[in-house]
């Protein structure tokens, strides 16, 4: 089955540690894209990807790093200038047409130790 | 620029009745409109949507109609079960160039809670 598959379910960091989220895809959707979603709100854009080898920013892109080497992996890196890292991800991907909905991940939950 | 609005959580309804979610939202062009389902700890999953006004989406008893000049897309369900307690979620996709990745704008979510 096709799909988007993010690991770890559950990931906690400790002070000053920089760590990294999975997401890789075997739909052959050239755009990916990493959501951070905290309680009560809606999921907000860190970053955003068209094509292998370029990324765009989000809406809240400080204290988050990704890149896109091959078509079905994007990983996400939540630094340690990531002050508040608490919060439930999603990664998604899509074809490129604003027509078409984009498809989620199952999430990663991130914690501070 | 883009933002969505949904009425506040949680909705509460017992097995069977009529459910209706508000859903309104503000955008530059002619988005394309979305509904996404949440269940506990999982990611968001596609539940209905449409591109232009007037499009009617549905999927698993749930419609919701493009309102171009109300500005709304409000989700309905003639009779619902315990089985769809969940988020509900409204988004919209920017207007792009076929070609280029479309950013969705989320609403803040509307929690269903379905009672025996």
Redesign the interface.
């Known amino acids: 089955d096709g799909g988007?598959t993010?690991s770890p379910k559950y990931l906690f960091r400790k002070e000053g540690q920089n760590v990294t989220l999975s997401c890789e895809q075997n739909l052959n959707h050239?755009?990916m894209?990493w959501y951070r979603q905290d309680p009560?709100?809606?999921?907000?854009?860190i970053y955003?990807?068209?094509i292998v080898n370029d990324f765009q920013k989000?809406d809240i892109a400080e204290g988050y790093s990704v890149s896109r080497e091959k078509k079905e992996s994007f990983p996400l890196t939540v630094t340690s200038a990531q002050k508040n890292p608490t919060a439930f991800y999603?990664c998604?991907s899509?074809i490129?047409?604003?027509?078409?909905?984009?498809?989620?991940?199952?999430?990663t939950r991130l914690s501070i130790l | 620029g883009n933002s969505v609005t949904q009425m506040e959580g949680p909705v509460t309804l017992s097995e069977e009745a009529f459910l209706t979610i508000n859903c309104t939202y503000t955008a530059t062009g002619y988005p394309s409109l979305f509904w996404y389902v949440q269940y506990p700890g999982e990611g968001l999953q596609l539940l209905l949507k449409a591109t232009k006004a007037d499009d009617k989406g549905s999927n698993k008893g749930f419609e919701a109609t493009y309102r171009k000049e109300t500005t709304s897309f409000h989700l309905e369900k003639g009779s619902v079960q315990v089985s769809d307690s969940a988020v509900y979620f409204c988004a919209l996709s920017d207007h792009g160039w076929t070609g280029t990745a479309s950013k969705l704008t989320f609403g803040t979510g509307t929690r269903l809670q379905v009672t025996l």
Request: aromatic residues 10%; proline residues 3%.
């Open positions: 988007i993010q050239d755009a894209y009560g709100q809606g999921l907000r854009l955003y990807s068209q989000g999603l998604a899509s490129l047409r604003d027509d078409q909905p984009q498809h989620f991940g199952d999430g």
